[in-house]
Each structure stands twice: as structure tokens, then as C-alpha cells.
């Protein structure tokens, strides 16, 4: 890929410092506040049940990567199969890449229906870049969306949570080495294509006394 036009900025790692309370995204999306628990849950001589510290969620990029399955079937782990990336893409305020067809995600998924997330794939970034993601999570397929697969029948977008991290020897991406992300998002099954946002959280103050 050329470098063309495009020149990694710094801004990553300004959001990073961006701290906000609970209640909002970097990029203004409210989030919906945690419920109070019930009155009498709540111990009047212990800890407040109630966040500690504010905290930041900076955008990083919108990953999109198009799979195919390998299906390996049951196994004593759980029912395996790989998702291979046929091809894809990472594209954010300071990043645009492309995503490498060797990776993919070597998945197993349990008997209710949980698929335990294991990703590795690389990013081709527009400044001649090798960036490795590797990324934990879980799969929400259910009992039913599970019993489609082994029948063969991929439908619906179950949603997925994620945990990426990244390494890199290039100096101009060296800070996402120090970075854990999180990401979510759906899986749309007709067409095995993962779309996910991806996003850097950060810590602030503490809330409490």
C-alpha cells in the first residue's frame, strides 16, 4: 500500500487523555447509566455501590472484514470452527488500513451457544505499516444460532465484544503497543462479515471521597 496523502497524527494518543464522566462517549453517544440496585441490596455501612472513577472511551477506527468458515465440528473444547479473512478494513480519524487475508479467528463456541473469541490478524496501514492485532472476547450466538451452524444455516447478526491489542516495530504506531482496546459489534451471518467499532478507554479521577 503507498503512503500517499496520508500521514498517521497524534491524536490517538491526546483522546487517551480525554477524561469523561460516565454518561458520555468521546465522540458525544450517550451511554446508557448503570440501574441502582435495589434498596435492600444495599449495605448502609459498606462501600457505595456506585463507579469509582470517570473514564474516557476515545474512537479508534470501524473494522469491517469479510470471512469464510472452516468448519472442524465438535471437538472435547466445544464445537470449533475458523473464520479466515478473505479481506477487510480499519478505518478511523488516524488510521486507514487494510487487513491481511492470512489472519483470521480460530473460535470455539459452547454448548449454550457462547463462542470464545481468538484473533489474530494484521493490519496493511496506508503508510506502509505492519500492525498485529490480537484479540480475546466472546460471541453471542445463543442456542439456536448454534444449532443453525452445525446445520449449516449461517442467519442473523449476533453481536460480539472484544479485547484487541496490537504490536507493531514501526515508529510511527509505536504507542498502540501500550494500548488495550475494546471493541463491539454484530456479525452479519448470511454474508460472514464482521462488522465491529473498535475503542481506546482510558482512566480519570476518582469519583469517590
Given at each position: 500500500m503507498s503512503d500517499a496523502g496520508f500521514a498517521p497524527r497524534s491524536s490517538i494518543l491526546a483522546g487517551l487523555g480525554t477524561q469523561r464522566t460516565g454518561s458520555e462517549l468521546d465522540d458525544r453517544r450517550p451511554l446508557r447509566p448503570a440501574?441502582?440496585?435495589?434498596?435492600?441490596?444495599?449495605?448502609?455501612g459498606?462501600?457505595?455501590?456506585?463507579?469509582?472513577?470517570?473514564?474516557?472511551?476515545?474512537?479508534?477506527a470501524r473494522l469491517t472484514a469479510d470471512l469464510r468458515a472452516e468448519v472442524l465440528g465438535e471437538?472435547?473444547?466445544?464445537?470449533?470452527?475458523?473464520?479466515?479473512?478473505?479481506?477487510?478494513?480499519?478505518l478511523g480519524p488516524d488510521i486507514h488500513a487494510e487487513i491481511r487475508a492470512e489472519g483470521g479467528d480460530w473460535m470455539c463456541i459452547r454448548e449454550d451457544g457462547l463462542g470464545i473469541v481468538d484473533i489474530n490478524i494484521t493490519y496493511d496501514t496506508d503508510d506502509g505499516a505492519l500492525i498485529l492485532e490480537q484479540?480475546?472476547?466472546?460471541?453471542?450466538?445463543?442456542?439456536?444460532?448454534l444449532a443453525?451452524?452445525?446445520?449449516?444455516?449461517?442467519?442473523?447478526?449476533?453481536?460480539?465484544?472484544?479485547?484487541p491489542r496490537w504490536?507493531?516495530?514501526?515508529?510511527?504506531?509505536?504507542?498502540?503497543?501500550?494500548?488495550?482496546?475494546?471493541?463491539?459489534?454484530?456479525?452479519?451471518m448470511e454474508q460472514l462479515q464482521v462488522q465491529c467499532d473498535i475503542y481506546h478507554?482510558?482512566?480519570g479521577a476518582r469519583l469517590d471521597p
Open positions: 440501574p441502582a440496585p435495589p434498596p435492600d441490596q444495599v449495605d448502609p459498606g462501600p457505595s455501590p456506585t463507579p469509582r472513577f470517570e473514564y474516557g472511551l476515545t474512537f479508534f471437538t472435547p473444547d466445544g464445537y470449533r470452527i475458523n473464520f479466515f479473512v478473505l479481506g477487510g478494513s480499519i484479540a480475546g472476547g466472546v460471541f453471542q450466538l445463543g442456542t439456536e444460532g443453525n451452524v452445525k446445520s449449516g444455516r449461517y442467519v442473523g447478526e449476533p453481536p460480539f465484544f472484544a479485547t504490536l507493531t516495530s514501526s515508529p510511527n504506531w509505536a504507542h498502540l503497543n501500550g494500548v488495550q482496546g475494546f471493541g463491539f459489534g454484530r456479525v452479519v478507554p482510558s482512566v
